[in-house]
């Protein structure tokens, strides 16, 4: 499996933004597409997952409410709808194939900065 991210951007407070994630190879109905970000100086945090066989997801705390993460299987796409973001929401955003929530992954895309500003 190889994922690629896209979408990052900038974007002022409150505002939204959509990242993508696009794989490619194959991803079994329990295999699991997480989001995780990273601010500078910061560890790297897990921010949402979806189960794509079953659609079924999980958010970080910090993100609940404002993020939802949805896949389409035509595209082999996940996507993290973000909205009423914050400056503590700037950091570089990392798709990932693995265990739910999980530090430890099978594999890593690239990662897509978002930055907003205030």
């Known amino acids: 499996v190889q994922l690629q991210a896209s979408g990052g951007g900038l974007v002022q407070l409150g505002g939204s933004l959509r990242v993508s994630c696009t794989f490619s190879g194959r991803i079994f109905s329990s295999g699991v597409i997480n989001w995780f970000r990273q601010a500078p100086g910061q560890e790297r945090e897990f921010v949402a997952g979806i189960r794509w066989g079953y659609g079924t997801s999980v958010y970080a705390d910090s993100v609940k409410g404002r993020f939802t993460i949805s896949r389409d299987k035509s595209t082999s796409t996940v996507y993290l709808q973000m909205n009423g973001l914050k400056p503590e929401d700037t950091a570089v955003y990392y798709c990932?194939?693995?265990?739910?929530?999980?530090?430890?992954?099978?594999?890593w895309g690239q990662g897509t900065l978002v930055t907003v500003s205030s």
């Open positions: 990932a194939e693995g265990e739910m929530a999980t530090r430890t992954q099978r594999v």
